[in-house]
Structures are given as C-alpha cells and as structure tokens.
C-alpha cells in the first residue's frame, strides 16, 4: 500500500510539474505573440516619390524571424493611397499598411512676358519649368486683363495631384504698336565746310512705356569736307522695338562772308552774355539781363530794315541799332545761346509789320517784345495774352496780332514784371511776393 501510495504521489507531482510547465509555455508563446504583434508598427508613412522602406520600417526592434509576404517593389510611390503589407512569424500573421502621402507643394519658375495690346497668352506662356511626382496643373488666379496698357503683376497657381498649392507671381507687359517713338527737334542742319556738326544737339525722343529709348544716327553719307546737301538718317527705338525714322539734309556750304560774318556774331554774343549773365542767376533772371541789355543798347532808328537774320544781329549787338526785327532777332540769338526756348512772332494781320518773341519759362509760355517804342505805356516783359490783347484794344489796333491757337497759350498771370525807374529797367518778381 506504501508503495502505491508512493507511486500516486510521484505521479502527481509529475503532473502538476507538466501542468506547470505547459501554462509557462502558454504564458511564454502568449507572451511572445503578443510581442510580434506590437512589434509591428500598423502603419508606415513615405513621401510620394520617395524611396520605398524596408523591412525594419515596419517594426519597433528588429526581429530576422519576421518575415515580410508583401513584395514593396511592386509599390509606385508616385501614386497616393494605402497600401496593404502582410508580416508573418511562424504560424502568426500581420496585417500593416504602407501609406503614401503627398505634403509637398510643386515647384516651378515663371517669366516676365511682354506681348501686344489685345494678345492674350496662356498660363503655359508664362511657365518655365514645373514639377511634382504626383503631376502639376498651371492656371491664373485671376486671369490677366488684357485690355490693359502697361505692367501688371500676374499671378500663377501650380497645383498637384494632392492639392498642394505654390503661387508664383509674374508681370506681363501690355504695349500699343502703333505708338512708336516721337522724335523731337530734329530739323535740317547748315555748316559750313570743314565745320564740325553735333548731330544731337536740341534732338530727344519720347516713348511711350520706355523712359530710355535708344537714338541712332547714320550720317555715313554726309562729307563735311565738301559743298553740298547730303541725307542724315535719325531712328530713335524703343524697347518694344517700335521705330520713327526722319531723315534731314545737311547742307555744307563754302565759306564765304556770311561764315565769317556768323563767326563774328558769336564772338560778340559770347562777350555780351559774359558780361550780362552769371552763373547764379535763374531762368527769369537771364532773360531779363538780355532783354534789358537790347533795350538799353540797341537804339530804335525806325526805318524798316532788312530782314536779314545774321547781319541785323550784328547791328544789334555792334549798336548800331535797328527796327522791331532788329530787337527782336538780336534778342533771340543771345537767349538761344542761353538754351531759352523762344519764338519769333509777327503781326498778322494787321496793317505794317512788328515783330517780338514768346519765351518758355518754366512750363510756361509768355510774351516778350525788346522793342523800346511804346514803352511808357507797356514793357512787355513776360506779359500773357491777356496783356498784349489789352494793348492791342486799348493803345495800338491790332499792335499785337497774331494767329491764335498756332502758337502756346500763356497763364494768365505773369511770374515778373519790369518798370522803369531812374533810366533804367528794374525786376520785379510776381512769383515770390
């Protein structure tokens, strides 16, 4: 009995040692189970068009029992979208997923255009280069007005398969082909031979949306060396490439008394705005040192004189004296070496003849008559329409008479005026009382 009962409780202990260990090894492969379920991470993230993970992406510690079902290979990344991804460990499956994910917004590059007014390019014209695995479409936020003349900044819009968004910002230019560039001043020139000529001197040209257009001159035929006229070919260009070509003649004349006689009336101009005229002076100023100078120095002999442009400026300037045209022509050689606008006017119509000059100042234009008659009832020093219209009504019928709307406008009130005080002329400023 001793025996058996010895042998029972073997058994049991044997049993319960069985017993334990099963549930130990339950407990461990439970355990180990669980471990390779939470080992596997349930989803991996990658950016389209980026390189494909690996297997350890996918778990926390690195196990070489874990075996990868799924081939990765046969996954575009430029595609978006969940992709399912299979992971055993002996008899235990996981399901994971790769996901591919698009945050990355397209790049690109733009351009300025410059086009025609009434052209209307697409958002394609404007494009440089545009990128994005996952394909990038272009279009204007808001669509450019092409009615517009001038600049305007455009805005593009690249956007990707994902919604991803980049703005980029270009200017179109809008230009009228038909506003080509305005030469001014250019006019024919007269030398003398073996004279020098400054093609561009008084000459500027204007365009329209370009502040710095471009001035050529082909003056290839031109022989300053031989009597003659020869064409000079002005082409003033803009930045559109719109054109104004003029072409003038340059006559070369011999040298004959009429050259000597020029030579001598710069001379006597030179010594006479040397002498009148200062460097400090200002616009105003200067024409009244010349117009105060023909008065006082160029007596009025009124007979009519010959209307001969360089000899009665050499009667003025010698003193000799002269008629309205001598004051007048004398007056305007000397402001037009000072770079003073100005106008020769003559009565028309009206009976006889009289000449007298208008003057830019400024933005404005004014009367001017150096002429010393009538000079106790006007000195017409900068006077408006105004004031030679009164004088014309009211002194002299038709003194002042000319053809309106053919020549500038004045203001109607004057910057200055000038009275006569103890023999001579005094300034007076109307613009800075």
């Known amino acids: 009995m001793k025996r058996v009962k010895k042998k029972r409780h073997i058994f049991a202990w044997t049993l319960l040692g069985i017993t334990v260990l099963m549930v130990f090894a339950g407990v ?23 390189l494909l993970p690996d297997e350890g992406a996918f778990q926390n510690d690195t196990w070489e029992s874990i075996h990868m079902e799924t081939a990765l290979s046969g996954i575009d990344t430029t595609k978006t979208g969940v992709h399912p991804v299979k992971f055993t460990w002996g008899p235990l499956e996981k399901d994971a997923e790769l996901f591919v994910q698009d945050t990355t917004a397209p790049k690109g590059e733009v351009r300025d255009l410059t086009v025609e007014l009434g052209e209307e390019p697409t958002v394609e014209d404007f494009i440089v280069s545009m990128e994005d695995v996952t394909g990038v479409t272009a279009y204007f936020s808001p669509t450019p007005d092409y009615t517009v003349k001038g600049t305007q900044k455009v805005t593009i819009m690249l956007e990707d398969g994902s919604g991803n968004r980049t703005e980029l910002k270009a200017d179109l230019t809008t230009y009228d082909p038909t506003e080509t560039p305005v030469l001014n001043g250019v006019m024919d020139i007269t030398i003398y031979e073996g004279d020098s000529i400054s093609y561009r001197n008084g000459v500027s040209v204007t365009a329209d949306q370009d502040p710095d257009p471009e001035l050529t001159i082909d003056n290839s035929k031109v022989d300053m060396n031989t009597p003659g006229e020869y064409p000079a070919i002005y082409t003033a260009t803009d930045r559109y490439g719109r054109t104004t070509t003029i072409t003038v003649t340059v006559t070369v004349k011999e040298k004959d008394q009429e050259y000597y006689d020029t030579m001598k009336l710069n001379q006597l101009a030179d010594e006479v705005l040397a002498k009148e005229v200062t460097p400090d002076m200002d616009e105003i100023e200067k024409i009244f040192a010349v117009f105060r100078w023909v008065r006082r120095n160029v007596p009025w002999v009124g007979a009519r004189t010959e209307r001969d442009p360089i000899g009665q400026t050499l009667r003025g300037l010698e003193g000799h004296g002269g008629d309205c045209y001598t004051h007048a022509i004398t007056c305007k050689t000397l402001l037009d070496k000072l ?65 309106y709307g053919t020549y500038p406008y004045t203001p109607d009130t004057s910057p200055a005026k000038v009275v006569r005080k103890n023999g001579d002329y005094e300034l007076i400023r109307l613009d800075q009382e």
């Open 28 to 50: 461990a492969c439970g355990f180990m189970a669980y471990r390779f379920y939470q080992n596997i991470r349930p989803t991996v993230i990658v950016e389209a068009g980026g």
């Open 339 to 403: 770079g003073v606008e100005n106008i020769m006017m003559k009565r028309y119509p009206g009976p006889g003849v009289h000449y007298w000059l208008m003057v830019k100042v400024g933005e404005f234009w004014y009367h001017l008559d150096p002429s010393p008659i009538y000079m106790d009832r006007l000195i017409c020093f900068l006077c408006t329409d105004q004031d030679v219209a009164t004088f014309s009504e009211t002194v002299r019928p038709s003194y002042y008479a000319y053809e």
